[in-house]
């Protein structure tokens, strides 16, 4: 492949770095909003969202660039429909950080609700994921990747603790079920950040080995 | 574009209907489950999910080959492009079946719950925009895309619905908590679906019309 094409892939990789990192703060300030009641923070998420957006279709119509222009084959096409997809995915995350701003702006028109402190560690936990599987994207890194597919386990966890902390909750205080819910949510909303941070590890393994790794079967989302 | 590769893009419209149509009858069957208190029929679902799982692949590879062979440009490359975002959308619609056929093998370990009626009709019309999104697909049927779309809103106010007719049964019997929380899960996992489905009408408009219709703002989906 010509030097061009490699500096086209090089500036995909920074473009598809640059994606995950807005996504990744997007996350830490939507849990944040929901720790620290913060509603203000909450709308900040909500807004950022456009940025996300434009980068998402940013990217993609990069990859389409790339592949009408170069016409890469075997690994270097692989390495442009990994993008693509964890473009996508990627963006969806973002979708998760709006939909847990959402639950901290309403949680925040109430009285603070007792938040676990687990919920913190889970959200670091899942930003850390992203974060890994960007970077085993950008440098190749399988080993990486499988950390990333191992630490879904955990977050698993997590949500199932916080399911049985939360429903324990429900159970002593009926009245505040309604907010409880949107709670569990934002456990839930994370869970599936790391089911996409996983996807896209699962398609860097793929892309630099050929090892299909997808299709595990998936943890019960409550 | 030659004739082989009109060939090859007839097969992959077929490879493609042929997932959906088994993602179809797959959400249906998990729907049945839950309704009908049906455990067996809720394994049949989970055992279902490989051969939805290999057709993801198989469809993925074709997009390669074809992407690696013919190098298509211009509305060809968008087509295949979007048939590769589209066949991921589908293996996770079928996830989320799998998802709603575990709530019901575990619910249907206890009594029978109160099912509300209006789950059916939202399994049925979210089933309708599956069907539809791919049917716009394989038809550069913009139109009826936009129906998809539309059809959404339908289902995201089914959604809310049952969050309030569930809570209002959660308040009642709080000993009924954690079952209703599964059921709570099933109505969820469908608006997720109709999600996804809108996501292909999305794809299907971006690809014939270059129009993007993406990142609206998204419902609540608690």
Redesign the interface.
Known sequence: MSIHFLREIENLKKKILAVSSVVEESIARSIAAVIKHDATLARQVAEG??EI?EME?DVEEE??KI??LY?P??VD??FV?AV??IN?DLERMG?HA??IA?RAAYLATFPKLDVPPELDEMARRTQTMVKHSLDALVESDTELARQVCAADQEIDQYNRKM?VLI?DQ??SN??D??RL??L??VSRQLERIADLATNVAEDVIYTVEGT?V??RV?A???
Do not use: F
């Open positions: 969202d456009d957006n279709v990859c389409l592949l009408a016409q084959v075997a096409l692989r429909v693509l997809k996508n979708d709006v939909n959402d399911h429903q429900m159970r009926p009245d079920i309604d819910l949107h569990l949510s299909i997808r299709h998936a019960l989302d409550n």
